[in-house]
């Protein structure tokens, strides 16, 4: 397909266990972010991605939280020890970076993390 | 932090009325988009605003930008069942490529 694929679509983990989360972008996509949704709160930037890099980790709520992103494609975000706060929808978003003006983003449909 | 208010929180509506959601900011936005989201799915780009006073149509509805840039609506004329969803706007700071996002206005449109 041509649009951001996130896997999986769910995700129920036990307390304390580690979970690894997906994103496939659209292809030739060079920035790369991950938001965090949760009920009320609206979406909260996690990090972003411009190539491999990420000049922007500044949303990342605890050293629980990691991402990687290799050959400037694929990126998972990991979360190390759940908890039940970390419980929430996990929202990938790839955009085309131009010069001038902001590109949209075009999100994946998300991972709905669930801590038990 | 540039935070982005959206008003109301929530509403519902019947098909065929008009309404208008917001969202403002006491610092002046570079650029401002508008989502929607629907259930199970992410947000989608309605549009992008960049110029003060700038008004922008797609079919029924209608994106303003304040002069200041500092505030902006969405208008709906004439809702209907699709447009039900939760309608986000969002805005970069500067040369910084970071998307703030509201909180978001979630309306029903009900038949």
């Known amino acids: 397909g041509a649009g951001v694929s996130q896997s999986p679509s769910n995700k129920v983990t036990e307390k304390g266990k580690d979970v690894e989360l997906r994103c496939d972008p659209i292809s030739g996509h060079t920035a790369l972010y991950w938001y965090r949704q949760s009920l009320g709160q609206g ?19 605890s050293d629980r939280f990691s991402a990687e992103r290799t050959g400037g494609s694929v990126s998972t975000l990991t979360i190390q020890r759940t908890q039940q706060e970390d419980s929430a929808v996990y929202l990938c978003a790839s ?8 590109s949209p983003l075009h999100f994946g449909n998300g991972t709905r993390l669930t801590v038990t | 932090t540039q935070l982005l208010e959206q008003s109301p929180q929530f ?8 309404l208008t959601v917001y969202c403002n900011s006491s610092s002046v936005f570079s650029s401002l988009q508008w989502y929607r989201q629907e259930p199970g799915e ?15 149509k797609l079919k029924r509805l209608t994106f303003q930008f304040g002069d200041a840039r500092k505030d902006s609506s969405l208008h709906i004329t004439a809702a209907q069942t699709g447009d039900t969803g939760l309608y986000l706007c969002a805005s970069q700071r500067g040369s910084n490529y970071k998307l703030t996002f509201g909180k978001g206005t979630l309306l029903t449109v009900n038949p």
């Open chain 1, 43 to 61: 979406l909260e930037f996690l990090i972003y991605f411009q190539g491999n890099s990420a000049p922007d980790k500044s949303g990342l709520p």
């Open chain 1, 95 to 102: 955009s085309l970076v131009p010069v001038t003006g902001v």
């Open chain 2, 11 to 18: 509403l519902s509506i019947q098909e065929g009325e008009n």
């Open chain 2, 42 to 56: 992410g947000p989608v780009l309605l549009v992008t605003v960049v110029t003060g006073g700038e008004v922008k």
